[in-house]
């Protein structure tokens, strides 16, 4: 079975301070692991891919398969980040979702 | 030029009715998707066609029929609509191992 747990639903922060949006999976095989953000009620737009190890919109994204997590991290929020995060885990043709966070970034 | 795109974009429709959401994608994607994100912002998926071809079924009630005319299209036929029904209907394709690209989203409310 796999599964995608993102255990905090609400997150606020100050603008300028750090966020981290944690992601945990359990993958009996070797995981395909996205960060996906949705803006208010606009359509969801890939953010970050764990293979490409880049940072997006100064975000990034480490797999640590150690601890089966995929935690989303900025050092420095802005408002514009305030959205809808998705962690997702890719296996076979199937992309499976966490429930998501709401990040809202306070001035 | 909108890659993954969906109608209508809103669709308000009483309790029985037959409905139809439509999806095309220009990306040349083999994969793709239909998914459910209902009112607490869950996402789950319904349907993946691959080649026109269902893959996916998820447990999704028969008055659900997806249907890919071809692999550019895949449309959502929804009979005999529900109360429960409402929510927004999101299509996706994907190629291979890339990531899915969505579309902006059909909001079905059942009256």
């Known amino acids: 079975a796999q599964r995608v747990t993102q255990p905090e639903k609400l997150l606020s922060v100050f603008k300028g301070a750090p966020v981290e949006l944690k992601c945990n999976y359990s993958?009996?095989?070797?995981?395909?692991l996205f960060w996906y953000v949705q803006y208010s009620r606009q359509r969801l737009q890939l953010l970050l891919r764990h293979i490409s190890r880049e940072s997006i919109k100064g975000f990034t994204a480490d797999l640590n398969k150690g601890e089966t997590s995929f935690h989303l991290k900025k050092p420095f929020a802005q408002e514009e980040d305030s959205a809808m995060y998705y962690c997702a885990l890719k296996h076979d043709y199937k992309l499976s979702f966490g429930a998501g966070t709401t990040v809202t970034v306070r001035a | 030029d909108t890659a993954v795109s969906q109608t209508p974009k809103y669709l308000v429709t009483q309790m029985g009715n037959d409905k139809s959401i439509k999806c095309e994608q220009n990306?040349?994607?083999?994969?793709m998707y239909w998914y459910k994100q209902d009112s607490k912002k869950f996402l789950k998926i319904m349907f993946s066609y691959n080649n026109k071809e269902l893959i996916i079924n998820e447990t999704v009630p028969n008055r659900f029929s997806p249907k890919s005319p071809d692999k550019a299209h895949l449309n959502l036929h929804i009979n005999s609509l529900e109360l429960g029904d409402s929510a927004v209907y999101f299509c996706?394709?994907?190629?291979?191992?890339?990531?899915?690209?969505f579309g902006n989203g059909t909001r079905l409310t059942v009256t």
């Open positions: 996706a394709s994907s190629q291979a191992n890339s990531p899915l690209h």
């Open positions: 993958y009996s095989g070797s995981p395909e």
């Open positions: 990306l040349g994607h083999d994969t």
